[in-house]
């Protein structure tokens, strides 16, 4: 069974400009799940969707946002990319409703912005 | 509010044990994590705890849990150098309540 996928794998861009981050939940899986892992700072939690729906959002910009598509999976968009958003952004994916609450990870996304 | 704190840093010998501790400010939390990061990789679930439980024991790992104090440890014996990672402390509340982690404390095993 394949796990969280993302991709790409690495991004580099330059301020002012967009990103894209995609992800692929673990298949039976409902609930996509966006952190960010700067420097020193661990795992900030961006946003959470679970069928279809933006469940919970971090303390971030609205310039970060996102979304889940039919099938689950998700993408999450940062507009107007700032130094700061450099970073690892993760991706989990959980069943809600599974008794352990498990998230299962997908490997991230380094984002460096120049 | 919630917030998950620990320290940033442990360094060991091979062969010791390493406890790595977490304080967490949610009491209605019903999940206690700790998930491992490998260099490199995505984070994995290592063990969890229910909040209404002190103590699990899985193998090398015992996971302690005073819930009167908000104070979460993770017990590893006979730590190897395999076991150098970051280890993450999280914490998740009833119903729809989303996970939140700690900044993780780095285990340094020096041989």
């Known amino acids: 069974e394949a796990g969280v996928t993302q991709s790409p794998t690495h991004l580099i861009k330059t301020r002012g400009q967009q990103a894209t981050l995609r992800c692929s939940p673990i298949?039976?899986?409902?609930?996509v799940y966006w952190y960010q892992q700067a420097l020193g700072l661990g795992l900030q939690f961006l946003l959470w969707?679970?069928?279809?729906?933006?469940?919970n959002r971090g303390n971030f910009p609205p310039r970060f946002s996102g979304r889940q598509f039919p099938n689950y999976s998700s993408e999450l968009n940062v507009n107007a990319l700032e130094l700061e958003d450099s970073a690892l952004y993760l991706c989990?994916?959980?069943?809600?409703?599974?008794?352990?609450?498990?998230?299962?990870f997908g490997e991230g996304y380094r984002l460096t912005v120049l | 509010g919630e917030d998950v704190e620990q320290s940033l840093f442990l360094s060991v010998r091979e062969g010791d044990s390493s406890v790595i501790n977490c304080t967490y400010t949610?009491?209605?939390?019903?999940?206690l994590y700790w998930y491992k990061q490998e260099p490199g990789a995505g984070l994995q679930l290592l063990t969890y705890?229910?909040?209404?439980?002190d103590m699990k024991q899985d193998q090398r790992l015992t996971v302690l849990l005073n819930k009167k104090d908000k104070h979460l440890s993770l017990r590893i014996a006979d730590t190897q150098t395999g076991d150098s990672a970051i280890y993450f402390c999280?914490?998740?509340?009833?119903?729809?309540?989303?996970?939140?982690f700690g900044a993780g404390t780095r285990l340094f095993v020096k041989a």
């Open positions: 298949s039976g899986h409902t609930s």
């Open positions: 949610d009491s209605s939390s019903t999940y």
């Open positions: 989990a994916s959980s069943l809600e409703g599974l008794s352990t609450g498990e998230l299962f």
């Open positions: 999280a914490e998740k509340g009833p119903g729809g309540f989303k996970t939140i």
């Open positions: 969707y679970d069928e279809g729906e933006e469940r």
């Open positions: 705890i229910f909040s209404n439980m």
